[in-house]
């Protein structure tokens, strides 16, 4: 099992003024410590589990450039885009410059969004639910379009493409993996396994009810179920001396033994730098062996 960073939380005790050095120490003894990927939200506005919307938000894919630029092989990616927030021509244009840029470590994180308060503040669009999976279906196809041979046009619903032109192309091959977030078992899992490379779930007591929905999905389209890494999001909290890395390591390895492949998360207070050297030493290689 792989485990991955997620840092939602900008708002350091240093402020603004030092989060660039902030960041940098993050990621890279992220990296140094066998992190295997590091996301950023797809968010203006702080979220309400993490801290009151006017806490510090930094924007995903301009951070993700900075992120980029200060590692060299930890996979990087927001979790999870709001496919309205970008028009899809160039959302795909955005994450082949992080492809490129970050010598192909980069993945397309996306979802159908959620914060409605955050969209109607900023004057975002929030189309009604029915219409956002419309056009997250429509952001899929255009993606998959741009990163083929196929330039040609796009005709959907809610999208025109007149040219869907991408140079240069990515240099993941075939294409920058797609995690899809979300476990809505009619729509959202049927996208994972029509179109992605990825899931991610939460864990509980419906995650092997989820992951059974995705494999009927993945009969129904033909898809080999094995080939979509399955990844959950929870709290990564070691405790301050490494007192609670023993149970976290169980939890760990009880997601695995259901095919979980990547655990990916918060770790409090990550600016201390010392949560995440614990990980790195007492869970990051005990999970690889799950």
């Not at 006017?54 to 894919?61: D, G």
């Not at 970050?102 to 189309?127: C, D, K, M, T, V």
Request: proline share 8%; hydrophobic share 40%.
């Amino acid at each position: 099992m792989k485990i991955g960073l997620h840092i939602a939380d900008f708002t350091c005790p240093s402020g603004p003024p030092a989060l660039a050095e902030d960041l940098t120490r993050i990621v890279t003894t992220a990296e140094d410590t066998g992190f295997a990927r590091v996301s950023v939200m797809d968010h203006l506005w702080q979220i309400s589990v993490v801290g009151p919307p006017e806490h510090e938000m930094l924007e995903a894919y301009t951070t993700l450039g900075y992120l980029a630029a200060r590692t060299s092989r930890v996979e990087i990616l927001a979790w999870v885009t709001a496919v309205t927030y970008r028009e899809p021509g160039l959302l795909a244009k955005i994450v082949s410059t992080l492809d490129v840029l970050s010598g192909g470590r980069a993945w397309l994180g996306i979802g159908a969004g959620w914060y409605e308060q955050e969209a109607r503040g900023l004057g975002l669009p929030f189309p009604p639910t029915a219409e956002r999976f419309e056009r997250l279906e429509e952001a899929l196809q255009i993606c998959l379009q741009m990163w083929s041979d196929d330039d040609g046009p796009y005709h959907g619903r809610h999208y025109r493409l007149g040219r869907t032109l991408n140079s240069p192309q990515p240099l993941s091959r075939p294409h920058p993996p797609i995690l899809i977030g979300g476990g809505g078992e009619k729509k959202t899992l049927r996208f994972v396994a029509r179109y992605a490379q990825a899931c991610n779930l939460f864990p509980g007591p419906e995650l092997e009810h989820k992951l059974d929905v995705l494999r009927r999905h993945c009969d129904a389209e033909g898809r080999d179920y094995d080939e979509i890494e399955k990844t959950v999001m929870l709290p990564l909290d070691p405790g301050a001396d490494g007192e609670r890395s023993g149970p976290l390591l169980g939890q760990l390895q009880k997601l695995a033994e259901l095919g979980v492949a990547e655990a990916h998360g918060i770790v409090p207070e990550v600016y201390r730098i010392a949560p995440l050297e614990i990980l790195g030493r007492d869970v990051i290689p005990a999970a690889a062996q799950f």
